[in-house]
């Protein structure tokens, strides 16, 4: 089983960045696609970026587009999210999520990913 923990959240000023990271114990942890998503107080866990297997394709939720950034180091087994420019609505709990498989139309969808961590708070103050 993959075992997944986020770390890098905390406390930032808008307009400041944060760097997330996604650690596996899997060591093929390369050839899975890993998204995340992020749950803002009292809604609903929203896709934010994803990186697929094998494809050198990164995508990114439209709130997110031009800020964020989705890169590996799969020697570290590691995700990371490079989050820039944050805003307050960017405050909520991230994720990370990974699974062996997935078609495009699916990147998106929390039902698609197999593996989660337990989350990481970013709150970006104003």
């Known amino acids: 089983q993959v075992q997944l923990v986020e770390s890098g959240g905390g406390l930032v000023q808008a307009g400041g960045s944060l760097r997330l990271s996604c650690a596996a114990s899997?060591?093929?942890?390369?050839?899975?696609?890993v998204a995340w998503f992020r749950q803002p107080p009292g809604k609903e866990r929203e896709f934010v970026a994803v990186d697929v297997w094998n494809s050198g394709v990164a995508d990114y939720a439209d709130s997110v587009k031009g800020r964020f950034t989705v890169s590996r180091d799969n020697g570290k087994n590691t995700v990371y999210l490079q989050m820039n420019s944050l805003k307050p609505e960017d405050t909520a709990v991230y994720y990370c999520a990974a699974v062996r498989f997935a078609v495009r139309s699916t990147w998106r969808q929390k039902s698609t990913y197999v593996y989660w961590g337990p989350g990481t708070q970013v709150t970006v103050s104003s």
């Open positions: 899997e060591r093929t942890f390369s050839t899975y696609t």
